[in-house]
């Protein structure tokens, strides 16, 4: 009748291991615990994943298709994506993959088997992060316009705020049973590498005169760098606060 039958390699029958669907080589029961524990980081890590994925291609879809609607110049080409996606695939497949299990994850009910592995509750959150940054970049599209700021100067701005804004995405969606202090301070090496590595090559982009060029960049402007670091934290607070109130996590984080 159990979902899952699981038997003794070394103590049970040839009967029971070749019903059973796990067998202890070891006759250890405690590998039933790290396994299920093991389980369900991958699970909740996929879940991550695949949520950020639908987050941060709406306002990648939404800076492509903005400017042709408004008769603008094009925000991104396709060397602008190619650098997006060096930062979504490794954050997806590598990332999130290392992420370490929640605090919770034990204490947990079994899911029902009948579980989809994306929830609609979850999908409306992806697609709420990902229109909320959409919202914020719009903003910020029309302010630049406004103020009748070169093109290059613009696709500099909104590029730049595209890219922090996709790490502030990363960072919310870490952890879905803490806070954000703790989500920040989670150790997870393969994302101080992969932030390293990105923001490193968006400095060679924006400092680097041959590489603004190839990638259309105007020079480089403080104010609206500072600008784009207060959207991209003003970003992350409002997601953490959404967040906070989407999935009750402030009776999770007082328990846990």
Not at 61 to 66: C, M, Q, S
Not at 75 to 80: F, G, N, S
Request: hydrophobic fraction near 55%.
């Amino acid at each position: 009748a159990a979902n899952i039958g699981i038997s003794m390699g070394g103590r049970g029958t040839d009967v029971a291991r070749e019903a059973s669907s796990i067998v202890l080589l070891d006759d250890d029961f405690s590998a039933i615990v790290k396994t299920i524990r093991l389980g369900r980081r991958i699970y909740d890590n996929l879940r991550k994943a695949i949520e950020y994925i639908i987050a941060v291609h709406i306002p990648i879809a939404g800076l492509a298709i903005l400017p042709l609607l408004l008769g603008l110049p094009l925000i991104l080409t396709p060397i602008h994506i190619a650098f997006l996606e060096m930062l979504i695939d490794p954050a997806c497949s590598i990332v999130f993959e290392a992420e370490a299990e929640e605090s919770n994850v034990m204490s947990r009910p079994p899911r029902s088997t009948k579980e989809p592995l994306v929830m609609r509750k979850r999908v409306l959150w992806a697609i709420a992060q990902g229109s909320t940054v959409l919202i914020i970049l719009a903003i910020m599209l029309a302010w630049a316009t406004f103020l009748k700021m070169p093109a290059d100067a613009i696709r500099t701005f909104l590029f730049t705020s595209l890219v922090m804004m996709n790490v502030g995405l990363i960072l919310v969606n870490r952890t879905f049973s803490a806070s954000l202090m703790r989500a920040i301070f989670k150790p997870n090496r393969a994302l101080l590498i992969l932030i390293s590595l990105v923001f490193s090559v968006l400095a060679i982009t924006v400092f680097w005169q041959p590489a603004r060029a190839v990638f259309h960049f105007g020079e480089f402007n403080w104010q609206l760098f500072t600008v784009s670091l207060v959207a991209s934290f003003g970003l992350l607070i409002l997601l953490e606060g959404i967040k906070m109130v989407w999935f009750d996590l402030n009776k999770k984080v007082k328990t846990n």
